[in-house]
T-cell receptor, first 117, second 115 residues
């Protein structure tokens, strides 16, 4: 079974600074997908970024970028130029490619990010 | 607007009183799923459905039932709720990505308290 570990329960960062969230996972699969989801106080789950394991290039979405290290099974998220609206719980999630069944998302415990003025 | 809706958003109930949380999507997605979110555990899958009349258990199905009679709806049923089912519940749906479902769209969540 796959497991996803987020070792940082909470992180604080000042506006305009950079913060990096760590995520490690355990799998015997060679091909899979990794995600970062953001959950603001509204509780809505928002997809931040997605990475396919077969792609070596790290995914980037505006101020959000990942450092994907397949051999180390590590998938960290970097938030650059942090903004107050980035305050949220961030979840790392793993999905192996579905074959004849639904692609289940396996989530980590989450990291609470607090952006301070 | 493309969306996943859940009702109710908040519910306080008592042990043993049957309840249903509805989930509906207007994106014609084949795949739908229920998750529960608990502190320190992230989200865990309860049940999923690949299409109408096709459902299967996720990681934590005990105490829950689902049905998929229509493509757009995927209700979650708690026949006899217990306090350990107090949680935040999310419904999600997904379009096919080629042959596979990759990105999931989440509903707004239902906060359930069982006394």
């Amino acid at each position: 079974a796959q497991t996803v570990t987020q070792s940082q329960p909470e992180m604080s960062v000042q506006e305009a600074e950079t913060v990096t969230l760590s995520c490690t996972y355990d799998t015997s699969e060679n091909n899979y997908y990794l995600f970062w989801y953001k959950q603001p106080p509204s509780r809505q789950m928002i997809l931040v970024i997605r990475q396919e394991a077969y792609k070596q290039q790290n995914a980037t979405e505006n101020r959000f970028s990942v450092n994907f290290q397949k051999a180390a099974k590590s998938f960290s998220l970097k938030i650059s130029d942090s903004q107050l609206g980035d305050t949220a719980m961030y979840f790392c999630a793993f999905m192996k490619p579905p074959t004849d069944s639904w692609g289940k998302l396996q989530f980590g415990a989450g990291t609470q990010v607090v952006v301070t003025p | 607007e493309a969306q996943v809706t859940q009702n109710p958003r908040y519910l306080i109930t008592v042990t043993g009183k049957k309840l249903t949380v509805t989930c509906s999507q207007n994106m014609n997605h084949e795949y739908m799923s229920w998750y529960r979110q608990d502190p320190g555990l992230g989200l865990r899958q309860i049940y999923y459905s690949m299409n109408v009349e096709v459902t299967d258990k996720g990681d934590v199905p005990e105490g829950y039932k689902v049905s998929r009679k229509e493509k757009r709806n995927f209700p979650l049923i708690l026949e006899s709720p217990s306090p350990n089912q107090t949680s935040l519940y999310f419904c999600a749906s997904s379009p096919p990505w080629g042959r596979y479902a990759i990105e999931q769209f989440f509903g707004p969540g239902t906060r359930l308290t069982v006394l």
